[in-house]
Each structure stands twice: as structure tokens, then as C-alpha cells.
């Protein structure tokens, strides 16, 4: 047994590390394949399946690079990142941050943001099915608690700012048109994603909204939310713009409970 153990930890070694030479006197060589040619057959395999992960992960930026420089990519991204897991749902996690660091690809930031925007589409779509409230539920809270009111966000909500024009340029390749020339934004433009209804929604953020948004995750009340966007607009416009922000949310499914 332990004879055994040791046999299966040189193997998986030679597969991560492409060291094959403790594994290979283990292996027939009366088979109708040489050690070495049968030995690669799974060496192979591995890294075909962990690209087909990749794949199947950020298709749009595959299709952008082309399947020869994708190709090129998965395998330098598996050289640095093995998979070390049972299951392969996060074996692509850190693609985004190795294009932002890796020479060759960190000069070319559209593709760390489209590897960004296409896993939090991912884990999005993977998002625990919380419920979410309704309008109707606000109607229920007696006005002198809405002060102190703190809201918890679906588990699909996700919020990402963009420098370049990344959501146009995908939604040009998913759609299949005629692609726009990358784009540098003046300031970063803030968007928010979440599944709606078994879909993926996404859209940009005004700068209000992306203000009290992000306090609101971090729990700020809605008296909290009020204050901050007084700071934008004249006092008396706070209530309705408030009001339309909150129940844009509500209805677009992004608010799982109030607390």
C-alpha cells in the first residue's frame, strides 16, 4: 500500500511538473506503446481538459486571441497556476491577475479586464439562489424604521470598474458585429452585474448611484445613503432620488433582505 501511494504521488508529479523520470521504470514497456509515449497520453490529457476549462470560462476572450494565442496562454497560465483542487470551478480564478502581471500580457490590459468581466459572469451565473424582496415589501415598513434600514445584496451581485470600454467590446464579439476600437475611458466607469430570473444582467453605474451602492455594501443605512447623496444634489431632491434608487434595485432583483 504504501508502495502504492508513492506510485501515485510520483504520477501526479509527473503530470504537474512534467518530470516523468520517477514514474516512468513503473510503467510496461512490453505494452504496444513505449513507457514515454504511453505516460504522455495522460500528461496530455490533463492539460487538454484544464484548456478546455479555460475555455469554456472566458470564451469571448478566446475568440478574441484566436485559438493558436489562446492556446499559448492556457499554457502558461497552467505552467504557473496547476490545478490543485477536486473540482475545477475556480482552476481559472487567477487568469485575470496573471495577464496583469505576466509579460507579454500585462501590456495589453483589455484582455486582464475581459478575463475580469467574464469570470464574474461565471460566478454570477453560479450564485447561490438567495430570495430577493419585492417592492411590495418595502410598503410594509413603518416609515420611522426606514432611517436605520441596511440591505444585504443577492449573492450574484458583483461590482467591477472598468477603465476601457470592456462590456462593449464583449457584448461585440458575443453578438458577433463588428467589433469597436479599445477605448480608454477618462475616469473609471463603475458597472454592476447579477443574475436576474435565471439571466445575466449588467450595466453602469451613475456616479450617485455608485456612491451610495457601495456604502450600502458596506452597510450604511438608508439616512447614510441620503447624506452622501446630498452632497451631489440640492436637499430637497434627496427623498425622490433615493426613493428611485432604491426601488430600482428592488426591482431589478439586486436586494435579497433587509435588516
Request: net charge negative; glycine share 4%.
Amino acid at each position: 500500500m504504501k508502495h502504492l501511494a508513492q506510485l501515485q504521488r510520483n504520477f501526479q508529479h509527473s503530470l504537474l511538473d512534467r518530470n516523468h523520470d520517477a514514474v516512468l521504470s513503473a510503467i510496461s514497456a512490453s505494452g504496444r506503446a513505449a513507457p514515454a509515449t504511453q505516460l504522455a497520453v495522460y500528461s496530455n490529457a490533463y492539460r487538454l481538459r484544464l484548456r478546455e476549462v479555460l475555455e469554456t470560462d472566458f470564451p469571448v476572450l478566446a475568440a478574441a486571441l484566436g485559438e493558436d494565442a489562446f492556446d499559448e496562454l492556457a499554457d502558461a497560465y497552467i505552467e504557473v497556476h496547476p490545478s490543485h483542487g477536486y473540482s475545477l470551478r475556480d482552476f481559472s480564478g487567477q487568469l485575470a491577475s496573471f495577464l496583469c502581471k505576466q509579460p507579454g500580457y500585462r501590456e495589453i490590459p483589455v484582455l486582464a479586464e475581459l478575463a475580469t468581466f467574464e469570470w464574474r459572469l461565471g460566478k454570477a451565473f453560479d450564485a447561490v439562489d438567495d430570495p430577493v424582496i419585492t417592492t411590495e415589501t418595502m410598503c410594509h415598513i413603518p416609515p420611522q424604521d426606514w432611517p436605520g434600514l441596511q440591505l444585504v445584496f443577492h449573492a450574484s451581485v458583483h461590482r467591477i470598474d472598468f477603465v476601457l470600454n470592456t462590456p462593449e467590446l464583449w457584448k461585440a464579439h458575443k453578438a458577433d458585429t463588428t467589433t469597436p476600437e479599445v477605448r480608454q475611458n477618462s475616469i473609471p466607469v463603475p458597472w454592476l452585474l447579477w443574475r436576474q430570473n435565471l439571466k445575466i444582467r449588467f450595466r453602469s453605474l451613475e456616479n450617485d448611484e455608485q456612491l451610495v451602492f457601495d456604502a450600502a455594501q458596506q452597510g450604511a443605512t438608508f439616512a447614510d445613503m441620503c447624506v452622501m447623496l446630498s452632497t451631489s444634489i440640492p436637499p430637497e431632491s434627496v427623498p425622490l432620488r433615493a426613493a428611485s434608487i432604491l426601488k430600482r434595485w428592488i426591482s431589478d432583483g439586486l436586494v435579497s433582505r433587509i435588516s
